[in-house]
């Protein structure tokens, strides 16, 4: 079958799903019955992805009554369809954490994040499932004018953050033996990160909630959050009662009309799965299979599978795009930097949503004292939902002064009226693409 006529097969059903590679990988347990009448718990989660499961985790390990009300599958959205990286840092520039919350404090929130990568790590280890986790990241110079960026970049995190022995600066001819690219012009090397599977790791953490006897409702939209002293979480069907409440819905708010809701936008994004490779060509594409990225503002990020299929990524897009059109965007970017893979079959397709503030740092809070808020991972949720479950989990056992100091991080809300959210956003979006074409 031609690419072009394997890309027009994905064209209408990848907007938002499409065929997810990971699903493949899987054999997902039977559907959960959704929630049915009256039911209690210590405290409810709202949400079955990666943040309402840690968080599920966590609290389970402290003794606490769990349930979580998950809207379609758990693992379902986001959770269990990104890239798969396992990356330090948030979402946001650590200029971000150093203004609002002052030197020592923007070094706090990075060892959070560092935490965050040694919690996946450990699941992925522990919880009895093979996640297919692999070492190494790479973070690419896409223009020379970025090359002076990194370096700073590198400088920072070994003297400011103590970061440094996990990393290694790459370029000249040695940039060869990382990749087998023409298209870049220096790599910092991350030997600490890494990638894996996020739907059998997001399974795993599932199956592990319920057998330390954490309730999941499945089918189960929330549909009003009722607030006071006694919270109560209602679907369409059935009332959660609990003590606290924790919402780590993602981009998906049905039924809260809470005043963070605005600090988040939801951002497509596409992901293609090639047919598998000649593991020779897989291996000289990516040294010792480290995942990588570009410096890019609108970046590419890709990894080579356990089946050695390249799985590249990006294309975020704030309007609704001809699907097939980011496809074969993202294929032709894809063979633009890596011309061996010219006429290799795509054979998965599938897209998605996630949420992303203004200044891309994570959005942690509380509303009424008895409502917790996770969102706004902006790209880096693997590690950030791990952090966050944890931190939530302490502060609902009270020990708040970790999930207080990210609370402080303050964030800018974006129009109320969606036309005009998806006006600046895209407006923003051209000033990228053309700052990175340009550098």
Known sequence: MSTTATIAEFAE?????????YEHT?????????????????????GGGFAGL??????????????????????????????????????????TLIKQLGPDGAKQAWSLSIEGMRIVKDRAANLGVDCDYTQGWILLASRRGHVAELRDWHAELRDDYGYGEHLQ???????????SSKGYHAALVDHFAGHLNPLKLGLAMLAECQRRGVQIYEQSPVTEIVRGK?????????????????????????????????????????????EPLASDVAARMLHKRYAACDTNFLLDY????????????????YLKHDPGNRIQALYDKMVGLYPELDGVRVDYAWGGL????????????????????????SGH????????????????????????????LQHRDFPRVAWMRRLGLSLGTLYYRARDHFA
């Not at 985790?57 to 990104?82: F, H, P, Q, T």
């Open 26 to 46: 899987v054999n997902r347990p039977a559907p959960l019955p959704a929630l049915a009448g009256e039911a209690d718990a210590d405290v409810g989660i709202v």
């Open 354 to 377: 996630i949420d992303v503030t203004m200044s891309r740092s994570p959005d942690f809070g509380r509303v009424d004292d008895n409502i917790y808020y996770l969102q706004g991972f």
């Open 302 to 317: 890709y990894r080579i599978t356990p089946d050695n299929r390249m799985l590249w990524g990006g294309g975020s897009t």
């Open 381 to 408: 949720g693997v590690n950030a939902t791990a952090i966050a479950g944890r931190l939530a989990a302490e502060a609902i056992a009270g020990n708040t002064a970790r999930f207080d100091l990210m609370a402080k």
């Open 13 to 21: 059903a990848a907007a938002i799903a499409g065929d997810c590679y």
């Open 230 to 274: 006694q919270p109560a979480l209602k679907t369409a069907r059935g009332t959660l009662r609990c003590k606290q409440v924790v919402l780590a819905s993602n981009v998906f708010v049905t039924g809260r009309n809470l005043p963070m809701d605005l600090r988040v936008m939801p951002v497509g994004n596409t992901i293609i799965a090639t």
């Open 169 to 179: 600066w790459v370029d000249g001819s040695a940039l060869g033996d990382w990749t």
């Open 54 to 95: 840690s968080a599920a985790l966590e609290l389970a390990e402290r003794g606490y009554r769990v349930a979580v009300l998950e809207a379609d599958r758990a693992v379902s959205a986001a959770s269990g369809r990104n890239g798969g990286q396992v990356l330090p840092g948030f979402g946001g520039s650590t200029d």
